[in-house]
Every structure is written in C-alpha cells, then in structure tokens.
C-alpha cells in the first residue's frame, strides 16, 4: 500500500528522555503517547548533527553534513543540492510547509545562476523547495511575517510584537525580557491561543481541511520548546523542579583531564549560566511546560486527522532536530556529541495493513536523520534517488520484513563559529569532528590534532568519564577510527547521474566511437 499523504511533524530542540512514553515519570504527553501507540518508536533515533540548521538539512536531503555541505547555523545549503521538495515536485507533487525550516538561500550560488528576484525558481530555491503555507522560523524578530501580522490583529501592537509579547513575560512589575533565563519562571504577555505553538497548529489545520480529497504533504514544524524558554499560562507553571529529571554531570567533567573542547563549551555564558542549580530550578520546569502545550496540540492535529479520515492514508513521522543540554554536562544549548543532544524522538506511523504486527513496537535498531527522505519516497511509491540519498527507508521495519540493518550512527559537527575555538587558539579555517556510535561505544574524532573521545555506553551511560586518553583502549579507539573512516569513504558525491546512467556509461567508449588501446 501507497501512503496518499504525508504528515512530516517536527519539534526544535526537544530532548528524546522528554516524553512519558519514553520514561519521563512527571511529563505526561499523552498524544505523543497515542501516536507511538498507533506506530512505531524508534529508541535510538540519532540526528547527524547537533546544530538547528545543518541537522534539518540531513533531514530535508536525507544526506549527511559532509555531503550536503550546511555545516552550520546561517551556512546555506548549496543550489545545487536536492531536497525532498524536489523530489516530489519530479513526481508532480509539492511540499508545504507551516513553521520552521532554517533554510538560508544560497545567494551566491543563485547570483551565478543569473536568478534575480522576479524569477519563480528563486523564490523555491530560497525555501529549499517548500511551498509556503506559512513559515515562522521563530528565535528573533520577523517584524514582518504573517505571524507579527496576525498577532498585531489581535491586539499586540507594536513594530515587533514577538520580542515584545510572545517572548517578553508579565512580572510583578511589568514587562520582562525572556532572553533574560531567570524570567521564564513568569508567563509570556500572549494569551495561550495566540503562542506560537497554537498558531502554527491552526495554520496546519486550515491547510489539512483545505485539501479535501487532494493528496498532501505537509512540513509542521514547531518552534518550541526551543529558547527563549518562555511559556504561556497555565504553562508556565505547570511544572516545578521536583517534576524534572536530575541532571546529569560529573565534577571529572570540568577537572583538568577534561577535552579541552568540552572545557571551552563549559566556558561559554550559556553553560555558565546552566550550571547554577537556580538556573536549571527555572528552565527545566518552564521547558517541561512548553512540551506538555506542544503535546496538547498535536492533540488537536490527531483530532482532525480523525474527523477528516486521514489516519486510512497518511504517513505521519515526528521527530526534533536536537536536545538540549538544561545543565548536563556543565553545559547549555547543544552541538556536541552526547546523547542528550544526538539522541532524538522518533515516532512513525505507517498506515497501511501491512505494519498492523508492529504497532505500538518501541524499536530498538538504529535510526538516522537522514532515512526520513527515503521513508517518504518509499511510502508515495516514488523513485528512491539511491545516487543522492544516504539513509534508507523505515518502512521495511515498520511492516516486519527482514532486512539487514545498520549497528552504528553517524553526527558531525563544525565548531569554527563558536568563542571556544578562539580560546584555544586555532585560526578561522576547518575545524569539524565526527561521531560514530555503536550500541556499546561512542567515539569521536577531532581535527586540529586533539585527542579523541571515547566512552563505554554500557558501563557509563550517562558519558561522565572520557576514555578517549586511556591506553589500555588503544585497540578499540583504532577500530571505531577504522569504521568511521569506512562511513565516510561511502558518502555519495557523484550526485549528477543516476546509478542507471552509470552502469549505462561503463566501460562504453568505444561505443562512443573511442578505440583507445587497441593494437
């Protein structure tokens, strides 16, 4: 069976343990818990990099970093690159899109294209091949999106009301900035229904109603709980520390044995910041808050899948494009390699007969970014692009067929824009490294001539003790150095002719009317 339509759903930076079917014990998200009960949930769901941009890249292109290229925040995607937007609009389809991309056009690439601003193909190539239904990338002003627009029309006046109501909270004494983290503990100046979350749950809902028996795919991608962690009422309060996880972290992690990566991230203001106990007392409550609102929405997206039938014949997959630190590790925000960043929720929904024997499965094989491409050209029965596409679809684990399967996961990072790079001395240039976790070991690999980490996954789950210096593991540090080697000699740069055209081409000189060689 062919899905009709898709229902791609993705959160920013929420962390995989966030979920109470995932084992969160004082977050209920019993929405997110009713679609895993319907689908499947991928346990070890893994992102190929821990950075906004370059992950939703892997995820829009089903490519790794080091293919694709947009190594990093406000790094465009290449005009060259394909994304599922095009992939479907080969198939004569279009993708839409309600929220967040983070795609950056490629200006350069367009200006030597001769692609100026009247042209219609500029205008796909800006979006990364999304057709707008509305788009709210959220983190600072748009003084003049349709978001700023509407809440204007609401009654929030001013030239930017994003900064001053929906991030901005109501004090005891007034209004209060919400980049301000000791803040968050207040509720935003919007109501409930005009957040972020809820308008851009309406704007899907009136794009799925308005599709009657059109077949759609829809791109609904949240912004939250992404900071400025600011909440709306009841939100806001909804949750105290008592309600969150502990935090994760060890006094060896800031010793003088630390990475000296890690030990310049930990010198950042964010993590400074998250690793006061005050600190995460405030967010960690106010992060678990926005959640539990994104999960009442979700609520009212499956509500209407229902009324308007479309459980029968949509594929739905949910998924974040991160975690968040909150304190583990001495650090806040994201980028590295632990898994509280590169671990992600992953929930997929088959609709067709054939995944009934898998429904509700918590599955525990891995899962990348970069199958989402390939899971959705596999459900509309599309070309799988196999010459550009590096992930691979889902579907045969979701309907129980036997497949081999991959036993390890891939993440990059690009670490030239961060202050830590400075404080350690090394000149703007490459400076990247490369994880590869396996269902025991994680270990990665740094440029510049730093050491490696390592760390044993089964006897230190939560990567409190870096063993990237221990020679007694010599022997695994070069086996895992071997198998990322191997990765990354398998990445696809040979993108402008099919494998068909290949094997098309092979050994065919002479039937081009070249004779080289012959005595």
């Not at 008592?242 to 990475?259: K, N, Q, S, T």
Request: charged letters at 25%; glycine letters at 10%.
């Amino acid at each position: 069976m062919t899905a009709r339509n898709v229902l791609f759903v993705m959160a920013d930076q929420l962390r995989w343990d966030h979920l109470s079917c995932a084992g969160h014990p004082r977050l209920p998200t019993p929405n997110l818990d009713a679609l895993a009960a319907r689908g499947v949930r991928f346990t070890q769901a893994y992102v190929q990099s821990g950075i906004c941009g370059p992950s939703r890249m892997s995820y829009y292109t089903g490519r790794y970093v080091s293919s694709h290229g947009a190594t990093h925040n406000r790094v465009p995607l290449s005009v060259g690159e394909v994304t599922l937007g095009w992939h479907l609009r080969e198939a004569g389809r279009t993708l839409a899109l309600a929220g967040k991309t983070h795609v950056l056009p490629d200006a350069r690439g367009m200006k030597r294209l001769r692609l100026d601003g009247q042209h219609d193909l500029k205008a796909l190539l800006d979006e990364g091949w999304f057709t707008l239904v509305d788009r709210h990338d959220g983190h600072h002003g748009e003084p003049d999106s349709a978001y700023a627009d509407w809440l204007r029309s609401k009654g929030y006046d001013g030239a930017d009301p994003w900064t001053d109501h929906v991030i901005a909270v109501d004090g005891p004494d007034g209004p209060l900035s919400g980049w301000k983290m000791r803040n968050v503990r207040f509720p935003s100046r919007v109501r409930e229904e005009h957040s972020e979350t809820a308008y851009t749950t309406d704007v899907a809902l009136r794009f799925m109603e308005e599709q009657g028996d059109r077949p759609w795919v829809l791109h609904l991608s949240y912004v939250k709980p992404h900071w400025p962690y600011v909440a709306p009422a009841p939100y806001h309060a909804m949750f105290g520390p008592e309600d969150c996880l502990p935090v994760v972290r060890g006094e060896p992690e800031r010793g003088p044995g630390a990475h000296p990566v890690l030990r310049e991230f930990q010198r950042e203001e964010v993590a400074v910041n998250f690793a006061r106990d005050e600190t995460v007392a405030t967010v960690r409550p106010a992060y678990q808050g926005l959640v539990a609102q994104l999960d009442r929405h979700l609520g009212r997206v499956w509500e209407a899948m229902e009324r308007l039938g479309r459980w029968r014949d949509t594929l739905v997959v949910f998924c974040s494009d991160h975690g968040d630190y909150l304190g583990d590790h001495w650090l806040g925000e994201k980028e590295l390699f632990h898994d509280c960043i590169q671990r992600v929720p992953f929930l997929l929904y088959d609709p067709s007969p054939e995944a009934d024997g898998t429904r509700g499965g918590a599955e525990p094989r891995f899962a990348e970014a970069v199958d989402v491409v390939p899971t959705i050209l596999d459900a509309l029965g599309l070309d799988a692009a196999e010459h550009l596409v590096e992930g691979r679809s889902l579907l045969p684990v979701t309907r129980g067929h036997a497949t081999a399967w991959r036993d390890a996961a891939f993440s990059e990072l690009d670490w030239t824009f961060r202050g830590a790079r400075r404080r350690l001395g090394l000149p703007t240039g490459q400076h990247h490294a490369w994880m590869v976790r396996t269902a025991r070991w994680k270990y990665v690999h740094w440029t510049d001539g730093l050491r490696p980490m390592l760390f044993d996954l089964d006897a230190d789950p939560g990567e409190l003790r870096d063993l990237g210096g221990d020679p007694a593991l010599e022997a695994v540090r070069r086996e895992l150095r071997e198998r990322l080697l191997a990765w990354f000699g398998g990445l696809k740069r040979r993108t402008t002719l099919t494998w068909a055209e290949a094997e098309l081409r092979t050994d065919s000189h002479k039937r081009a009317g070249v004779f080289l060689g012959e005595w």
